[in-house]
């Protein structure tokens, strides 16, 4: 069992740019969950997918957005990127979308806004 | 949102047991409490969650109050592995944004 991936692991990207992310869960689950942690802080939840439709968002501006394809597999698109959109960007897998399940996280990906 | 308040950071001696306390005194009823633990450069892994019992697993034990306004996870017997920040988080069932991971405990392990 691969665990939950994601792609790149790097990422850099100037101002105003656009960037893409992406996120494979753990085999058999379902949903798939988006968190932003900034250097030194907890993850913070930006939001959820479940069935090709996100079903729950946190407070972050409509510049994040996403998707999820039929096998489960999820993006997470930034348009018009901030310099304080540098983060550590973490998806997490469960089964079903109660926030009692547990979550499966991926490793990240670093993006850096210069 | 209820939200949850723990020490910035404690220290423990390899193979001795460690207790991370977390104050929750806004928990509502349907709220469970979690604890993850993100190890350095990895992403957060799970590591226990409660109602209202004591709870235990091959990782750690999860003391929850009897009034739930706070809850303490033990580590029975700590290694230079369990160095991490723990988060005490407090999930409700059915609304899944008030997952709130706060900034956690940082636990330093000396061998």
């Known amino acids: 069992d691969a665990g939950v991936t994601q792609s790149p692991t790097h990422l850099i990207k100037t101002r105003g740019q656009q960037v893409t992310l992406r996120c494979s869960p753990k085999?058999?689950?379902?949903?798939v969950s988006w968190y932003q942690q900034a250097l030194g802080q907890g993850p913070q939840f930006i939001f959820q997918y479940y069935e090709e439709e996100e079903r729950q968002r946190g407070n972050f501006p409509d510049r994040f957005s996403g998707h999820q394809f039929p096998n489960y597999s999820s993006e997470l698109n930034v348009n018009a990127l901030l310099l304080g959109d540098s983060a550590l960007y973490l998806c997490a897998s469960s089964f079903g979308t109660s926030g009692v399940n547990e979550q499966f996280f991926g490793p990240g990906t670093r993006l850096t806004v210069l | 949102d209820a939200k949850t308040t723990q020490p910035n950071s404690m220290e423990s001696n390899e193979e001795e047991p460690v207790h991370l306390p977390c104050n929750h005194s806004?928990?509502?009823?349907?709220?469970?409490i979690h604890w993850y633990r993100q190890l350095p450069s990895q992403g957060p892994e799970y590591v226990i969650h409660g109602l209202t019992s004591n709870v235990n697993n091959r990782m750690a034990s999860l003391a929850i109050a009897e009034d739930r306004k706070s809850s303490t996870l033990i580590l029975h017997r700590a290694t230079l592995r369990d160095a991490a920040v723990y988060y005490c988080i407090l999930r409700d069932e059915y609304n899944f944004n008030k997952f709130y991971f706060g900034s956690g405990t940082k636990l330093n392990v000396k061998p």
């Open positions: 806004t928990i509502s009823g349907t709220d469970y």
């Open positions: 085999s058999g689950h379902d949903t």
